[in-house]
């Protein structure tokens, strides 16, 4: 079936950049998303890209997809303890059968 | 505010009984899911609704679990015969049409002893 996979743990230096990896294996995704995830709170979608884009950048963010490898990754620049959470990549579509799945969240950890 | 709700926020409960798990969606979203999220696991899909309708219920665990969403609004998660090993996070989500944005709820920890 179909699958999203990330590594499970990410420490940074605080003002480095972060790069957080994500695979999947349903090359009908329509989208792909990266959620954060903070302590005791719920999901929040940090950025979304297009199956039909190749890289999609929001301020710290930058997205980068790999439709051949089915790679997805994140990039935050300058990154801050305020930046430590779990971040989760999904993927969805909606032609055939509906799905919306999440990988299994990357815990980032940002030492001062 | 107006986000996604979520009640009640934790629930413990004994082994065996019957608990029920509420949200309350956006005004005007009209899809709704429900997830699950185990200590140091990622979130397992549990069902999603289009409206009323859910259309695929294979994500539920098993027979003890339904859901129900009445007037396109409010859903209800309900367990029954609650097994310790559906202790979890439950967190339900809506969006105004599939495949968007999904908005989270705070969710409801669930403990059963």
């Known amino acids: 079936g179909e699958d999203v996979e990330q590594s499970l743990f990410l420490s940074v230096r605080e003002g480095d950049s972060s790069v957080i990896n994500c695979t999947y294996t349903?090359?009908?995704?329509?989208?792909l998303y990266w959620y954060k995830q903070e302590p005791g709170a719920g999901l929040q979608l940090l950025t979304y890209?297009?199956?039909?884009?190749d890289m999609k950048q929001d301020q710290r963010l930058t997205v980068l997809l790999n439709k051949k490898d089915k790679h997805l990754s994140l990039r935050i620049a300058d990154t801050q303890t305020g930046d430590s959470a779990i971040y989760f990549c999904?993927?969805?579509?909606?032609?055939?059968?509906?799905?919306?799945?999440f990988g299994t969240g990357t815990r980032l950890k940002v030492l001062a | 505010g107006a986000g996604v709700s979520q009640s009640p926020s934790n629930k413990v409960t004994e082994k065996g009984k019957d608990v029920e798990l509420r949200c309350d969606p956006i005004s005007g979203h009209t899809a709704l899911y429900w997830y699950r999220q185990s200590l140091g696991q990622g979130l397992e899909f549990l069902i999603y609704f289009q409206g009323n309708s859910a259309p695929d219920k294979s994500g539920l665990p098993s027979d003890r679990f339904s859901a129900e969403r009445t007037g396109g609004s409010v859903s209800t998660l309900t367990i029954q015969r609650t097994q310790q090993e559906d202790s979890a996070v439950y967190l339900c989500?809506?969006?105004?049409?599939?495949?968007?944005?999904?908005?989270f709820g705070p969710g409801t920890r669930l403990t059963v002893t």
């Open positions: 349903d090359s009908s995704s329509t989208y």
């Open positions: 890209i297009f199956s039909n884009m």
């Open positions: 989500a809506s969006s105004t049409g599939l495949a968007g944005e999904q908005y």
């Open positions: 999904a993927e969805s579509t909606t032609s055939g059968t509906y799905k919306y799945i």
